[in-house]
């Protein structure tokens, strides 16, 4: 069950090493947890789900538009702590987290499949040590997971 957590943003960016790596204005920031197991066709099923999201307010205020309907971008962040089971110990465990390989394959593949939809995309470094910034807007934060 592939995860994403959308935060919708009027701003966000993200540094590597004192560098900026990614950076939008208005959209949606993606942090994107991969599970053992997830395929392709679920990363395109969450890609067209988090694209057709109608979660931007149209001209009545009404959470109506979704983030191509605003021209907006999408900052995609893997995230594979979005896995981390702490039901036990203090430890957290991500043994349902993928293993990197697979999971940049899938990353990459959804950030193509969202690309693919007209909307810009803009990336974090995969397994880099990030500093994620961001202004939630509303604040609108949703989970979608398959």
Not at 72 to 93: E, N, W
Not at 116 to 136: H, P, T, W, Y
């Amino acid at each position: 069950m592939m995860r994403a957590v959308l935060q919708r943003v009027s701003k966000a960016s993200v540094t590597v090493e004192g560098t900026v790596v990614g950076k939008i204005d208005r959209g949606w920031m993606v942090l994107l947890g991969i599970r053992r197991g997830d395929c392709r066709e679920t990363a395109k099923w969450l890609a067209e789900k988090c694209v057709g999201l109608r979660a931007f307010s149209d001209e009545a205020g009404k959470m109506n538009l979704s983030v191509r309907d605003v021209s907006g971008s999408m900052l995609i962040v893997s995230q594979f702590t979005l896995y981390g089971d702490c039901i036990k110990g203090r430890r957290p465990s991500f043994d349902q987290a993928e293993e990197p390989g697979i999971a940049n394959e899938l990353y990459e593949f959804f950030c193509e499949q969202v690309a693919a939809q007209g909307v810009s995309v803009e990336k974090g470094i995969f397994r880099a040590d990030m500093q994620v910034s961001l202004v939630n807007d509303g604040p609108v934060t949703l989970i979608v997971e398959r």
